[in-house]
Nanobody, 123 residues
Framework: QVQLVESGGGLVQAGGSLRLSCAAS????????MGWFRQAPGKEREFVAA????????TYVDSVKGRFTISRDNAKNTVYLQMNSLKPEDTAVYYC????????????????WGQGTQVTVSS
């Protein structure tokens, strides 16, 4: 198993930036594909970005392409989400997740989840 703890959320003005971190412990971090999801009030949890085991492959939801960057440091057992040019519609609780297989975009394909970190973007 792997345990995931997110950090780095907060309140930021529109156009600002935040970097989320997700620290993993337990089994070898590099065995997992990693993803970021978000859930706004009253909405379903949606895919944001994913990265493969080595960090050489990434994928994003269209709404964040060009603004968000997912990366990982396997030596530090951490995955990051750099968020630039933030918009009020990015406001949500952000979750990181680990997948035993691949680096999927589907929520149900992930095996482990963190508790989430709140991101609020004011207009």
């Amino acid at each position: 198993q792997v345990q995931l703890v997110e950090s780095g959320g907060g309140l930021v003005q529109a156009g600002g930036s935040l970097r989320l971190s997700c620290a993993a412990s337990g089994r070898t971090f590099s065995l997992y594909g990693m993803g970021w999801f978000r859930q706004a009030p009253g909405k379903e949890r949606e895919f944001v970005a994913a990265i493969n085991r080595s960090g050489g492959g990434t994928t994003y939801v269209d709404s964040v392409k060009g603004r968000f960057t997912i990366s990982r440091d396997n030596a530090k057992n951490t995955v990051y989400l750099q968020m630039n040019s933030l918009k009020p519609e990015d406001t949500a609780v952000y979750y990181c997740a680990a997948a035993n297989t691949g680096w999927p975009t589907i929520r149900t394909a992930y095996n482990y989840w963190g508790q989430g970190t709140q991101v609020t973007v004011s207009s």
